[in-house]
């Protein structure tokens, strides 16, 4: 491997690590202060906050040493953040380029009172921070800033070029990243990302994320009369369209769990059988033994008597098979539900498509299965459909060797590579965008954070391994670039 003349990469690695580790409760303060602010992007709250939490953001990137710190602006689009720090001087080549994401906005509260502390009032119990945005992903913004501080306030230096966007709008699911992408094209070259919006396999276990699920959306409507009836004065010859649409929905798996979606490829470990062209496949498949059946239902909090669908092969069915989910229903109101005949009763249904799979065929086959099992002539009509493709990627790519390596140094135990269920659209959009540049997905939560859910929290030694191990994945980069060149 080349040498890299110009600094010795283990000594100001070694500063930084060191600083870091000296200032971790100067993060920890500053990720509370982070926390207070109430930044959903979700539509009916105040998007003040989201604006207030992307001029805390910038603010924390200027003391942080980043020389070119903006506040986007895209119409319509809460803010985001771009910052970017100097040129990488003096070297001999040219050093990486390394876009660092991660999001600053949050996801609804919930119920407040379901919370052991206040949302966004940070409390620190057992060894973890809980609040609205402690793991997802405000810790993420104060990773990559916190290794930014490190190597400037030691050496003054940074072994490769950093580029940071601070996304504003993730958790609605980052519509407008591609107008955002192309407007500040010229201050987001990259080599490589880092995207630090992952969960680890568990608490205190590094994982590389190398696969992301696909996501289908279809809303569905079946409608049978103009307007509501009296129950009882019309109910009987007129069919319930709450029953018509609960049929629909229980014809899309049989006893086992398995969809029955004409079309579809089947259940079968889709990545593992299928598409050996995929990037992953040129490298290793998840490196992780398959959670227990036990701490699955304990971190997922499942009822007692509850079967889970094929319990031997979690992982599998979790990362590599596509999963069907009703994720909201609605006819009538439960405050108020009268004797009604509905006229009409609605859905959201989700597809994740496992990666290799083509999210837009599959997802035409779940409509017209949605429409050829609609009973009794009713109208079905389905609205606001989307799809966007799963991701892999190769884990013998140098940059994703570099993170592995760094990850194992930075929590000091092996690597889990994993994959997730989960699908971030952007991912591909992204790396699409910039000439198929690898994504590196890191994890900064754990399956305790619960985010998205109440008592959100992040646990504070990950949080700290997690900057560590992004000091040493900047030095990692800056040697694989340097021997690629």
Request: glycine share 8%; net charge negative.
């Amino acid at each position: 491997m080349p040498e890299i003349q110009d600094i010795d990469l283990d000594e100001i690695t070694a500063r930084a690590l060191a600083y870091a580790d000296g200032h971790f409760n100067h993060y920890v303060d500053k990720l509370c202060e982070f926390i207070k602010i109430p930044s959903v992007s979700a539509d009916g709250f105040e998007s003040r906050h989201v604006r207030e939490s992307a001029e805390f953001t910038a603010a924390l990137c200027k003391s942080a040493g980043f020389a070119d710190v903006r506040i986007t602006g895209i119409e319509g689009a809460h803010p985001s953040v771009i910052a970017r720090t100097q040129s990488v001087k003096p070297l001999s080549y040219k050093p990486l380029s390394v876009l660092c994401y991660a999001h600053h906005d949050v996801q609804p509260p919930l119920d407040g009172g379901l919370w052991k502390s206040p949302p966004f009032i940070p409390d620190i119990r057992d060894g973890r921070l809980f609040g609205r945005g402690s793991a997802d992903d405000k810790a993420g913004v104060l990773v990559h800033a916190a290794a930014v501080e490190s190597f400037l306030n030691t050496s003054g230096i940074l072994p490769v070029q950093i580029n940071t966007l601070i996304d504003g709008e993730e958790e609605t699911g980052s519509a407008n990243i591609g107008k955002l992408l192309a407007k500040y094209r010229d201050a987001l070259p990259a080599d490589v990302m880092i995207i630090s919006d992952m969960t680890n396999y568990d608490t205190g276990i590094p994982s590389l994320t190398v696969s992301l699920r696909g996501l289908c959306v279809i809303e569905v409507t079946v409608k049978a009369l103009e307007k509501p009836l009296h129950s009882g004065m019309w109910g009987g010859p007129i069919p319930d369209p709450v029953i018509a649409l609960s049929r629909i929905i229980s014809s899309f798996q049989d006893d086992e769990g398995n969809h029955l979606i004409e079309g579809l490829p089947d259940n079968r470990s889709y990545l593992s059988e299928k598409n050996q062209e995929l990037p992953c496949k040129k490298g290793s498949r998840y490196t992780c033994e398959d959670m227990s059946e036990s701490v699955f239902r304990r971190q997922a909090g499942v009822c007692s008597g509850v079967c889970l669908f094929s319990a031997r092969r979690l992982n599998e069915r979790l990362w590599d098979r596509p999963a069907l989910t009703v994720t909201a229903i609605e006819s009538g109101k439960r405050a108020s539900p009268g004797n009604v005949l509905q006229p009409e009763a609605w859905a959201r249904v989700t597809l994740r498509t496992p990666p290799g799979m083509d999210s837009k065929s599959a997802c035409a086959r779940l409509e017209a299965h949605i429409r050829g099992k609609c009973p009794w002539g009713m109208t079905v009509n389905t609205a606001n459909t989307s799809f966007t493709d799963g991701w892999c990627t190769d884990t013998t790519h140098p940059f994703s060797q570099a993170a592995i390596k760094a990850l194992a140094s930075g929590y000091g135990r092996p690597v889990s590579i994993i994959g997730s269920g989960g699908s971030i659209p952007f991912v591909k959009t992204m790396s699409d965008f910039l000439g198929g540049a690898p994504a590196l997905l890191t994890g900064i939560e754990d399956p305790e954070s619960n985010v998205h859910g109440i008592n959100e929290s992040l646990n504070l030694k990950d949080f700290q391994q997690a900057i560590r191990s992004e000091i040493l994945l900047f030095s990692g980069l800056a040697a694989a670039g340097a021997e690629r060149k």
